[in-house]
């Protein structure tokens, strides 16, 4: 497991190297850079991955007045409920775990560019603009990634009224604002990239989606 785990952080490590190789082909050279690079090509990769999850979503939303007609209806048999919920689900071909995924995949390359970050030569260039990628406690990149998690949370939101979807849209600003406060700010850099990204794509899910619901109806 630790194997793997290393295998990755070299990988990255390696990646960075090469991507920041690339800006200096065209005399930026910048590590900087080379972090934003990396994080557009990773999200461009999963991009399928988020389009699957956010179509499941907006599914699962449309069938949430039938879940809650069920949920009533075996109140007191929560057994015959959830199977009842999971046979809705096959119905409409929705994979209640979708949604995991992407993150699932995402936390262990997180992990793996902070271990890649911390061992990392920048040499004499570990800036970005006025970023030192190698410190913490960057409060403009902490607030950055405070408010693009928080307009993410919005755009993705598939029912308002949720409390859970309530608490979340407030809770996890904050904490991903902490930990890019505590971590290297080259992953800082990373997170808020990664927020702006998902930020671009999910205005774009949203219409697409919204249009292939249009042309059902």
Do not use: R
Request: charged share 15%.
């Amino acid at each position: 497991m630790f194997g793997i785990f290393d295998s990755l952080v070299k990988f990255l490590t390696d990646s960075l190297n090469v991507l920041y190789n690339f800006t200096a082909s065209f005399g930026i050279a910048n590590y900087g850079l080379a972090i934003i690079l990396l994080t557009i090509i990773v999200k461009t990769i999963m991009f399928p991955l988020t389009f699957k999850q956010m179509n499941s979503m907006k599914k699962m939303s449309e069938l949430s007045p039938k879940i809650k007609e069920i949920q009533t209806k075996y109140k007191s048999q929560p057994d015959k409920a959830n199977a009842a919920v999971m046979e809705l689900y096959k119905e409409h071909k929705v994979n209640p775990f979708s949604g995991c995924l992407p993150l699932i995949i995402q936390m262990p390359i997180f992990i793996g560019l902070y271990n890649a970050l911390l061992h990392a030569n920048f040499g004499a260039n570990p800036y970005f603009l006025w970023f030192n990628l190698k410190n913490q406690h960057d409060i403009v990149l902490a607030l950055l990634a405070a408010l693009t998690t928080y307009f993410q949370s919005k755009l993705s939101g598939t029912n308002p009224n949720d409390p859970t979807y309530k608490t979340m849209l407030y809770v996890m600003p904050i904490f991903l604002g902490y930990i890019s406060w505590t971590v290297p700010t080259g992953l800082a850099l990373y997170w808020v990239t990664m927020n702006i990204m998902s930020i671009l794509q999910q205005i774009w899910i949203n219409k697409k989606i919204g249009k292939i619901s249009v042309q059902k109806a």
